[in-house]
Every structure is written in structure tokens, then in C-alpha cells.
């Protein structure tokens, strides 16, 4: 079987028999063995015949629609699949594919002793042997073996960067692929409108064949780097975990930094899931014939079998994580009322205890779910004390809050409280703002100038206050996000019209995060604008129509990120 010219693997062509016979599908297989194939078949497949694709989860979807679930590899997926089934009452089939279209070679560096295995490992932390020096450094190493392109994974954005740099006096280009490296960057930049310190350091490294890649940057130069990147051109790019996950770009080889993430808290080793899902990018399908997966070990090395653990083929099994929020809640009160509990009684959660033999895994798993219960116990009181439920129904708030996906609490109170109604568009920019900023640890904020305080702010900061205590002493966790001013000045400054480079004068925020901030106001500001159409809110509906059009331009457009500038796409009126 084909498609689009290409030869399916069984795997694949199992699938797609079984979505043309009616049945649903649950796939396994490993990070670039083709699972994307399948989604895009069902896609077009659903759109020529004018049907909707939803992206939800499996508990969430009516008995008449198809699921097309898609997974690296799951160890307990035969228990997933039987969960959904008992759920939907409905056909599905289940599809695993253990093998790799391209195999890998795993092996390990250890700083002062170069290429190893896991022998030489225990060896060296057994005996005081004298440690060689390498006279290549890992990468220095990976480019002699003709290994290339590379991908490698650090756990930290300006790590990246400066990783990046210290590679700087390397050109893995040839003369002929230097001429159209440039060329491609400049006509992309060109049609993304780049510019910048940030751009400018990023072309030098381009131009050798380096760069970076991670959430910071700014969305339009990530889409400049991975089309080079799919172009072949980039041959060294060092990325965070984020590349792995949302974006289907393989290399030769995948180089891990260290062993460790610090999870905020401390340093943990990598998980063998995330381990296999970052080396599957390794090894280009129809390219390379083997891929290859380097794990850097610096000095004191990790235990050995803190390293077998880590790069093992026992993939961790996927668990619940079942915590339904309000908004949730009051959608599936609105439909079950005090029968709401069923939820938790169909959850994967529940499922797997009931899966599970007893002892102490048993009563682990069942002290989770009573947690569960318990706190949709405590979050159900939580909304009657509020007035968002009423007996037994929902209220006009409660109406309100369910159509609202976060931060759904605050926004209502927000609007049933007229406190929007006091605030020009620019204020509401910057309380929205604030209801989804989380600043980052090392980064500095200009003090908004005092004119821009209204007095709205301090009342919805005592709201948020106030819920958060109120949940705390329910027992309630997570507790709501507190409200955050920090970002004021430079939230204002954009809101008024200032181009997005001279941000830096007001925050030291990374441009990827000040655009993921907006945006998330926006898609708040989004749903509040449903909300007051509805309600024939027709003042509030104009300023927040200005809200969205004050925030959402430029660089914050999500449509430039895909199409370019103003002169890439001309939108109908």
C-alpha cells in the first residue's frame, strides 16, 4: 500500500485498514518510525470529506467519533486500550511496532576518557585507573566520525546559546553549502522581517553551519532554524527537550549533555521515557543507514546503574494524572449533576488500580484515587460556597465559568463583578497579563510608573487572595496561580504601540516568553469576548475587541509565524 508515493510499513498500513473499516486506533511505535504518517492520512482523509478533527483526550470524546491515538512506545498499552473500551463500548484496535526503520548505536563519553560502554564505566568507577585524556572533544569527535548532522540536547536555554559560541571556530560547511545556507537565511528572514542582535549573532553561526534552538527565542527565528535544519544546512544544533516533542526533525546522530534535569528543584536523572523519546530523533529514515546516540558523562560519572537505568529499554508505564479543574468540574456537573462521580470511576486512574494485584502497589494506587475523589469532594464545596453551583444546578457564574478553559475562577469573578468595566483596554492588557505571567527566576522588571496602578488591580489581587486561601484551607492542590505585576511596564509599552525590539528596555524576559504570555492573554481575552457577546455586553465587547487588536500585532500575531510579514499574506477582508 502507498501514499503519497510512499511505500507503507505494515504498521501503518494496519491502521489505515482499520480507520477505513470504522474502528478506532490505538498505535505504538518508536520516535521516527512513522506514527505522524497516520495522523496526516486521517487528516486529509477527514477533511475531503468535510468532516471535523477534534484534539482531545479519549475520556473526553462522544461514542460516534473515531479515535486515532498515537504513542511512542507504551508499555502497558494493552491496559490503556482495554480502559478505553470499557469506556466507549466501542471497536478499537491495537497496533505496536517494536522495530526502528533506522536502527541506533548507543554509546557513552566520558569526559577524560572518550568514547565507552557501560564495562568501561563500572571499570573506571571500580578500579583508580589513570583516566586518558581524549584529544577531540565529543563533538570534535562525532564530526571526524562523519556522523553528522547533530543534535544535541541540553536542559538549558542559555546553555544553548553558549554552547553554540564556544563551537563558533568550527565550519562543517563545504563552500557550496555555505552560498546557499546564507541565502536561504537571508530570504527567510527577509520574508519572516528579522532583525536584530539576536539575528545578526545567530547568521555568523548559520553561515558555519551551527545554531540554536529552544522556546525562548523568537517563534519566527525557530521557524528560520528548523527549516534549515530540514534543509540539511544545519549541521551541529544544540536544543532543548521541547525540540524532541513538538517538532519531526531527525538527525544522524543525538548527543545528550548529561545524564541529569534539574527539575526546579533538584537534579534528577533522566527518565528512560524521556531518554528514548530525545535519541529516537536520531537516524534519518531513508538516509542513514544506522543512527547513532552519544550519552556525555561528566566527572564525579554517575552510578553505573543509574546510566543502565536511564538508556534501558523498560520504558516507564504511562499513569493516570487525573485532576479535574473547575471548569471541567462544572461541565460535567451541568450533564451528571451529583452523579459526577462516575468521572472519576471511569478515570484511567481507577481503571488501573482495579488492574493492578493487591499489595502494596495496590494500596498505593488506591490511596491516589480516594486523593482524586477527595479532591473533587473539596472543589464541588468549594464552587457552592462561591455560588457557582446551587441546589444542585449551576448558577449564572457557574454558566459563565465552564466556558471559560483557564483561569476560569478569576475571569468570572472578574465580569460579575464589574471590575473590567472600570479599566480601559490598555489596563485590562495588563491585569490579563498578570493572570497568566510566571516570571523566571533571574530575570529583572522596570517598576511600572505609578499612573498605570489602578485601584481594579487591588481588588482583583485581593479575589485571587482570597480563592487562594479559601483553597488552601480546603485542601485544594494545586492552588491557583497568584496574580503577577511584574511584566506592567513592558505589557504597557507593547499595548501603546512599541516595537517589540525595545522591550528590553522595560524586561529582561526572553522575547519566546513574551510572546507566549501575550498570546495566553489573548486566548483569555478571547474567551471573555465570547463571554460579553453573549451577554450583550456591547461597551465591554468593544474594549476587549480592542484588548485583542492592541496585543495581538507583529511579532505576537500567530499568523507571521506560519505565513511571514505583511507582505507574505494578504488576509481576506
Known amino acids: 500500500m502507498e501514499y503519497h508515493g510512499l511505500k507503507l510499513d505494515p504498521f501503518q498500513e494496519l491502521a489505515i485498514q482499520s480507520l477505513e473499516t470504522g474502528h478506532s486506533v490505538l498505535v505504538s511505535a518508536p520516535t521516527g518510525a512513522g506514527k505522524t504518517l497516520i495522523a496526516e492520512y486521517t487528516l486529509e482523509k477527514s477533511l475531503n470529506e468535510n468532516r471535523r478533527v477534534i484534539y482531545t483526550a479519549p475520556i473526553k470524546a462522544p461514542l460516534h467519533i473515531k479515535i486515532v491515538a498515537l504513542g511512542a512506545t507504551v508499555p502497558n498499552i494493552n491496559q490503556i486500550a482495554h480502559w478505553i473500551r ?19 548505536k548507543h554509546k557513552l563519553w566520558l569526559e577524560h576518557f572518550g568514547v565507552a560502554n557501560l564495562k568501561d564505566l563500572k571499570r573506571l568507577g571500580r578500579e583508580p585507573v589513570q583516566h586518558r585524556r581524549p584529544r577531540q572533544s565529543l563533538i570534535e569527535y562525532v564530526v ?3 556522523q553528522t548532522p547533530i543534535l544535541y540536547f541540553l536542559f538549558n536555554r542559555r546553555e544553548c546559546e553558549r554552547y553554540a559560541r564556544s563551537y563558533s571556530r568550527l565550519n562543517l560547511l563545504s563552500p557550496a553549502e555555505q552560498v546557499e545556507i546564507n541565502k536561504q537565511f537571508n530570504e527567510l528572514s527577509k520574508r519572516f522581517e528579522v532583525s536584530g542582535d539576536d539575528f545578526t549573532a545567530l547568521g555568523k553561526l548559520v553561515s558555519q553551519g551551527i545554531a540554536y534552538h529552544h522556546a525562548g527565542m523568537l517563534p519566527t527565528l525557530k521557524e528560520i532554524v528548523e527549516q534549515l535544519f530540514t534543509a540539511g544546512l544545519i549541521k551541529l544544533l544544540f536544543a532543548t527537550e521541547t525540540f524532541a516533542v513538538g517538532v519531526n526533525m531527525p538527525a544522524r546522530t543525538v548527543v545528550f549533555d548529561t545524564a541529569y534535569k534539574f527539575d526546579g528543584i533538584r537534579r534528577n536523572p533522566l527518565k528512560t521515557r524521556d531518554y528514548q523519546q530525545m535519541a529516537g530523533r536520531a537516524g534519518r529514515r531513508g538516509i542513514d543507514r544506522e543512527g547513532f546516540v552519544y550519552l556525555r558523562l561528566d566527572r564525579p560519572y554517575p552510578r553505573p546503574s543509574v546510566v543502565e537505568q536511564i538508556t534501558s529499554d523498560k520504558v516507564e508505564e504511562v499513569k493516570s494524572q487525573f485532576n479535574l479543574s473547575y471548569n471541567g468540574i462544572l461541565n460535567l456537573y451541568q450533564t451528571l449533576g451529583e452523579n459526577i462521580y ?3 470511576q471511569k478515570s484511567l486512574s481507577n481503571f488501573q488500580i482495579s488492574d493492578r494485584r493487591a499489595g502494596k502497589k495496590h494500596q498505593a494506587a ?9 479532591q473533587l469532594k473539596r472543589k464541588l464545596s468549594l464552587l457552592y460556597n462561591l455560588g457557582y453551583l446551587q441546589n444542585r444546578k449551576l448558577t449564572a457564574k457557574g454558566n459563565m465559568a465552564r466556558q471559560i478553559n483557564s483561569y476560569e475562577l478569576l475571569l468570572t469573578e472578574f465580569i460579575s463583578r464589574d471590575i473590567l468595566e472600570h479599566l480601559n483596554a490598555n489596563q485590562i492588557n495588563l491585569l490579563l497579563v498578570a493572570l497568566v505571567f510566571e516570571p523566571r527566576r533571574g530575570e529583572w522588571y522596570e517598576k511600572p510608573a505609578p499612573e498605570l496602578w489602578h485601584g481594579a488591580f487591588k481588588t482583583a489581587t485581593q479575589i485571587s487572595n482570597n480563592l487562594r486561601t479559601l483553597e488552601k484551607k480546603g485542601g485544594i492542590m494545586p492552588l491557583t496561580k497568584p496574580i503577577e505585576f511584574k511584566l506592567s511596564a513592558a505589557v504597557d509599552a507593547w499595548s501603546s504601540g512599541e516595537m517589540f525590539a525595545n522591550l528590553v528596555k522595560y524586561t529582561s524576559a526572553s522575547d519566546g516568553d513574551l510572546i507566549r504570555t501575550f498570546r495566553m492573554a489573548i486566548q483569555s481575552l478571547r474567551q471573555l469576548l465570547h463571554l460579553s457577546r453573549q451577554m450583550g455586553l456591547t461597551v465591554l465587547t468593544e474594549k476587549l475587541t480592542d484588548c485583542v487588536d492592541k496585543l495581538r500585532r507583529d511579532e505576537v500575531d500567530p499568523v507571521r509565524d506560519i505565513f ?4 507574505a499574506l494578504t488576509l481576506p477582508e
Open 86 to 104: 470499557s469506556v466507549r463500548k466501542s471497536a478499537l484496535v491495537v497496533i505496536e511496532e517494536s522495530c526502528r526503520p533506522v536502527p541506533l
Open 342 to 344: 462516575q468521572a472519576c
Open 144 to 146: 571526524s566520525q562523519q
Open 564 to 567: 511571514g510579514g505583511a507582505d
Open 366 to 374: 488506591h490511596g491516589k484515587y480516594h486523593n482524586v475523589v477527595n
